[in-house]
């Protein structure tokens, strides 16, 4: 089983900035494609960001380009996802993945199959 652990989330105010973990044991992250999610109540998962695990290309969300950056730190087993100017709307449970297939990814929810438990991010004033 591959088990993937967030944190890194709280309580932040409009225009602040989060950095959210996305770390495992037992196993090296670098050799899997990660993704990024975001559901806030009553909405749908949605996909933010993803990164490959063979040339390290990512892949954002319109919502969030320039804004957020995914990134590996290959040395503490950890992807992590810096998040600069949040605003109020981007409150929600925040979920890394890994994918055990092979090629591009991507930000659709179905091609992912190990889920960590969630962290949740407020953004408030």
């Known amino acids: 089983q591959l088990q993937v652990v967030e944190s890194g989330g709280g309580l932040v105010q409009p225009g602040g900035s989060l950095r959210l973990s996305c770390a495992a044991a037992?196993?090296?992250?670098?050799?899997?494609?990660i993704g990024w999610f975001r559901q806030a109540p009553g909405k749908e998962r949605e996909g933010i960001s993803c990164?490959?695990?063979?040339?390290?290309?990512?892949n954002y969300a319109d919502s969030v380009k320039g804004r957020f950056t995914i990134f590996r730190a290959n040395a503490k087993n950890t992807v992590y996802l810096q998040m600069n100017s949040l605003k109020l709307e981007e409150t929600a449970i925040y979920y890394c993945?890994?994918?055990?297939?092979?090629?591009?990814?991507?930000?659709?929810?179905?091609?992912?199959?190990?889920w960590g438990q969630g962290t949740q991010v407020t953004v408030s004033s």
């Open positions: 993945a890994l994918t055990t297939s092979r090629g591009a990814c991507g930000l659709g929810y179905a091609e992912y199959d190990y």
């Open positions: 037992g196993f090296i992250l670098d050799d899997f494609r």
């Open positions: 990164i490959n695990s063979s040339d390290g290309r990512r």
